[in-house]
């Protein structure tokens, strides 16, 4: 099930960046505000479209649910007896997409049981793909073509597939990704502790879920998030990094993120790689 699960969700999400990058192409697009006053594009909203249809067959299949930002919220009560479903943000990073610097993304994590079990993140305009399964490790993809199709077999994907954290520099200095969009005190104070800590600092900066992803990589070592996310924005980059061999924790607790809450808003969050492979 697992493997067919994303075999979907990478068809899913190529045929999604496809929709939002004519959108994004074009000569201008259409904004909304939200009832929060955050931006929703006609891209959202393709995006979204295109992914119902995709996902509709195995969802009959397998009876999986589907709880999307650009979708119908479904009540508590409803949803907190799913076994399986798909948490989805058809677009991530709205405000890139916006500003046109290409750090947006299309996040699929499926659900079951409560455990992370797929993560696709995909970021069309920048043509790569980062994907996860359980218990089979996490991968990132630059050659997209390969999920053009959904005859692609599990052994093509991997070949053209390198899987996280990649190969690092032990000369690299320690390194903290963050918003590009939304900075805050609390961040400033944490690296501050930080540079007592390690000295040298290298901050990166990117937009959506590619945070998560860089962290997964071994590109950042962390990520700290101290401001507001919805659990669509970090579900599939957290199974990406848990795959990967890093954590993704509350700052009060230190537990995991969970999923499916009666709130979907996430607490303050810390992302953090595993033990990268090092070169010399």
Not at 191 to 215: D, F, N, P, T, W
Request: one cysteine or more; glycine letters at 8%.
């Amino acid at each position: 099930m697992l493997k067919e699960a994303l075999m979907t969700a990478l068809v899913a999400a190529y045929k999604a960046g496809e929709a939002i990058n004519s959108v994004y192409d074009s000569a201008d697009f259409e904004v909304e505000l939200k009832e929060d006053k955050s931006p929703l594009t006609l891209a959202d909203r393709s995006s979204h479209n295109v992914i119902l249809k995709e996902l509709a067959q195995f969802n009959n299949k397998y009876n999986c649910q589907l709880l999307s930002e650009e979708g119908k919220l479904f009540p508590y009560n409803e949803r907190k007896d799913w076994q399986c479903f798909w948490l989805i943000d058809p677009l991530d990073g709205t405000k890139e997409f916006i500003k046109r610097n290409g750090e947006f993304t299309v996040n699929l994590a499926l659900i079951h049981n409560g455990v992370l079990v797929i993560g696709v993140v995909y970021a069309p305009a920048m043509g790569c793909c980062y994907f996860a399964c359980k218990n089979a490790g996490s991968f990132k993809l630059n050659s997209v073509e390969v999920i053009e199709t959904r005859n692609n077999s599990w052994d093509i994907l991997i070949k053209n597939s390198k899987q996280l954290p990649l190969l690092q520099s032990t000369n690299k200095p320690f390194t903290v990704v963050g918003s590009r969009s939304h900075g805050s005190e609390s961040f400033d104070e944490f690296i501050q502790a930080l540079r007592l800590k390690y000295g040298e600092i290298e901050l990166m900066s990117a937009g959506s879920s590619l945070k998560l992803c860089l962290v997964a990589e071994g590109a950042a070592n962390i990520y700290p998030r101290f401001g507001h996310t919805m659990e669509w924005d970090t579900a599939a980059g957290h199974c990406i990094v848990n795959e990967a061999g890093g954590t993704v924790v509350t700052i009060d607790t230190g537990k995991p993120l969970v999923y499916n809450k009666e709130n979907l808003l996430n607490p303050w969050f810390i992302v953090k790689g595993g033990a990268p492979p090092q070169c010399h």
